[in-house]
């Protein structure tokens, strides 16, 4: 069974705390899903050598 991924990638607009900008402080770049469209469990995993 596989899980998919779903989010975005997000930026802090470096004008946001300033009293010139009135935006959203945090601006979505893009989605996820175009960087990674299938499952594969081999990039999750960690190499724990111990």
């Not at 779903?6 to 899903?33: K, Q, S």
């Amino acid at each position: 069974m596989s899980t998919g991924i779903h989010g975005g990638i997000e930026f802090r607009h470096p004008g946001a705390g300033t009293d010139h900008y009135d935006g959203e402080p945090w601006v979505a770049a893009m989605d996820l899903w175009p960087l990674y469209d299938e499952t594969d469990y081999a990039a999750f995993a960690s190499d724990t050598k111990g």
